[in-house]
Structure formats: structure tokens, C-alpha cells
């Protein structure tokens, strides 16, 4: 009888521990892509880029106009006249090349610093809710194999994140 009680009050001392140290788990990709911060955030940068990508190819389509012409033009001209034409338009192709690395480089600049201000947010939210629910523990889901759905606190999280950040600044 004594052991009997001895492995029932050992059984529920650790189901109370278990319990209080049950690690919950978040999806930080959910967040960052289907809050409404995030979601404005990259609409706003898939927009520039997809603006930027246009000019640069109606640049690339007057770039290879002037290349057509300079090469009707090659049996007329000079040969130094040629040559300096030829210069000038692999400049103009450098200068394309510069300014679509350019522009990508700044989408991904503010694509991370929206990403960090997401975070930077989301960090004091996470922790009063753990706080709130005394949980000593949250996983990111892509670092979990399995785990039980009733552990999943991505969607209280985004509510309260929604509430509080409505849009991210990147102008």
C-alpha cells in the first residue's frame, strides 16, 4: 500500500511538471507572411520590385534598339565612330546591370528590415502571452518534427500582433 501511494504521488508530480514545462510552438513564417504588417509589407515591396523589373526591362528594350541601329549603322559609319558606339551602349548595359543589382539589394535591405521590425514587435507580445499563460517555453514549428495542434499558439499571437502593429513603414 505504501508503494502503491508513493507511485501515485510520484505520477502526479511529474504530470504537474510535465505540464508546466510543455513546450508550445509558434509559426514565425505564418506571421511574417499573413499578418496584416507583413502582409502590407510585402505587398508594398513586391509592388516596387515589380515596378523597378518593368523599367529596367523597357531600359533593356531601348538598349537593344540603339544595338540594332549601331549594327545597320556598322557599314556606314566609321570604324572609330563604330567602336565609340559600341562603348557607349556596353556602358548603358553596365549601367542596367547596376541598377537591377541596385534594386534588388534595396528590396532585400528593407524586406530584412521589415522582417526585424516584425519581430522586434512580435518579441514584447510573445512574452507578456507567455507570461499571461506561464509558459516557459516556445519552439519555432519549423524546428518541430511532430507536436499536437493544441499546442500551436501562432493564431493568439497574430491576433494580438494584428492588434497592435497595423503596418510597417519602408519608404
Do not use: C, H, W
Amino acid at each position: 500500500m505504501r508503494n502503491l501511494t508513493f507511485i501515485v504521488l510520484i505520477f502526479f508530480l511529474s504530470t504537474k511538471f510535465l505540464n508546466a514545462d510543455t513546450p508550445f510552438f509558434i509559426d514565425f513564417k505564418y506571421i511574417l507572411n499573413e499578418s496584416d504588417a507583413g502582409k502590407k509589407a510585402q505587398n508594398f515591396l513586391k509592388s516596387k520590385l515589380e515596378n523597378g523589373l518593368k523599367n529596367l526591362k523597357d531600359k533593356e528594350k531601348k538598349i537593344q534598339n540603339e544595338e540594332k541601329k549601331i549594327i545597320d549603322q556598322k557599314k556606314l559609319i566609321s570604324v572609330e565612330e563604330y567602336k565609340k558606339k559600341v562603348t557607349e551602349l556596353r556602358s548603358k548595359v553596365s549601367s542596367l546591370q547596376k541598377d537591377r543589382n541596385a534594386l534588388l539589394e534595396q528590396v532585400s535591405i528593407q524586406r530584412t528590415k521589415a522582417r526585424n521590425e516584425l519581430l522586434k514587435n512580435l518579441n514584447p507580445i510573445l512574452r507578456d502571452y507567455m507570461k499571461e499563460k506561464k509558459i516557459r517555453i516556445v519552439l519555432d514549428k519549423k524546428s518541430i518534427l511532430l507536436a499536437d495542434e493544441n499546442l500551436n499558439i501562432t493564431k493568439d499571437i497574430m491576433k494580438l500582433l494584428n492588434q497592435k502593429l497595423k503596418s510597417i513603414n519602408l519608404k
